[in-house]
């Protein structure tokens, strides 16, 4: 008992690795990650993943528009996800304000201020964003795969609005567009088709 005492705090005061979820092999986090992007799109997709010390880093540079990124780690489940390269500075600020330790509104609106301003670019045209998910069950987090994996697509057009777009703002039946966010800088068409059981992806 001591010694399970004395390893649960060492996990506790260190976060030493050991302690902490495994971080898949580069080309595990590649393969996984690409789930969330079109197929024609995946052999040139740049890749964004996690290194040893869990550093999101380059793991592929890429020759198209797409950027996936690996599922995290330290997440519960999985997600991986892959958009538009003109949507990075959107992402990339949203990472960094997280880890500054805000949340989802307060990011929001720091974002939104910093658009008005003209502080943070966002696309010119409407820009896609693909989120591949899995709970917890369905995932083998030593790479072994997902299974009944939820692919939606989400269509960034910043201040676009019910009306300039004619979407409602909630769906009208299962895998139909509506806009969410509609008049801000994250105005985007949501699509998520109806949720049904897959064969392993590996």
Not at 124 to 131: E, I, R
Not at 195 to 201: D, F, L, R, T
Request: with cysteine; proline share 7%.
């Amino acid at each position: 008992m001591k010694i399970l005492f004395l390893f649960m705090l060492i996990c506790t005061v260190t976060a030493n690795t050991y302690c902490q979820s495994k971080v898949l092999a580069p080309d595990a986090q590649i393969k996984l990650a690409l789930l969330s992007a079109p197929e024609d799109k995946r052999e040139g997709a740049t890749v964004m993943g996690y290194s040893a010390t869990k550093e999101l880093t380059v793991l592929r540079k890429g020759t198209n528009e797409l950027i996936c990124l690996a599922d995290d780690p330290d997440q519960p489940g999985f997600s991986a996800a892959c958009y538009h390269k003109d949507l990075e500075p959107f992402m990339q600020r949203g990472r960094d304000l997280k880890k500054q330790g805000k949340k989802g509104d307060d990011i929001f609106k720091l974002r939104e201020e910093e658009v008005k301003a003209g502080k943070l670019a966002m696309p010119k045209q409407p820009s896609t964003l693909f989120v591949y998910s899995a709970s917890k069950e369905d995932y083998d987090e030593g790479g072994g795969g997902v299974k009944n994996g939820y692919l939606r697509s989400v269509i960034y057009i910043p201040y676009a609005t019910a009306e300039s777009t004619g979407l409602p703002l909630k769906p009208a039946a299962p895998g139909l567009p509506w806009i969410m966010n509609p008049g801000t800088h994250g105005a985007h068409i949501m699509i998520n088709p109806p949720v049904q059981k897959e064969a392993n992806k590996q």
